[in-house]
């Protein structure tokens, strides 16, 4: 009985120890939100963390945008990005593990829309789960599946060797 007890009072007191954090960790600061060419931007108020004779900032660059609304590539299918890999070239190719039509979609280095290869399915030339995409050094790209087979496509998307493993 005095360990059940005992078990209730331990209980109750991480519960309170976790909500402390909760309670009295959060500011009183009101969250300042606007927008800001159609994106919700939030103000931060707390000074950044720095170290002294280090730079202090930090200055994000647009390099690249892949455009995934672009009609070609809903057309092909592309639903999410689960994995990425380049060629020597600086062409993109894009995994998609939830589209129902293809696993790969390729871009060119400058995010425009190529195609789609690497068909769903279970039959030669077809993928049911790939795992593990890798670029070879010929700019082919690799990669096996659940299937117990490993699938080389050119870079152009073809299908340029399989194999059962």
Do not use: W
């Not at 078990?7 to 009101?30: E, R, T």
């Not at 660059?61 to 592309?78: K, M, Q, S, Y």
């Not at 068909?119 to 690799?142: I, S, T, V, W």
């Amino acid at each position: 009985m005095y360990y059940k007890q005992d078990m209730k009072k331990n209980s109750l007191l991480y519960l309170v120890i976790a909500l402390l954090p909760i309670l009295f960790g959060c500011g009183s600061q009101k969250v300042a939100k606007y927008l800001e060419e159609g994106v919700e931007v939030i103000v931060n108020h707390i000074a950044p963390y720095s170290i002294e004779g280090e730079p202090s900032s930090l200055l994000l660059e647009e390099l690249l945008i892949l455009d995934t609304e672009d009609p070609a590539v809903v057309e092909a299918g592309l639903v999410d990005i689960n994995a990425f890999q380049v060629d020597s070239q600086g062409n993109i190719y894009l995994l998609s593990l939830g589209s129902e039509k293809f696993c790969f979609y390729k871009f060119t280095p400058e995010g425009r829309f190529v195609t789609a290869f690497g068909p769903k399915g279970q039959g030669p030339g077809e993928l049911g789960f790939p795992l593990l995409p890798r670029m070879l050094p010929n700019d082919r790209l690799a990669v096996t599946d659940v299937l117990k087979k490993l699938l080389v496509f050119a870079s152009d998307g073809t299908l340029a060797a399989e194999d059962r493993i």
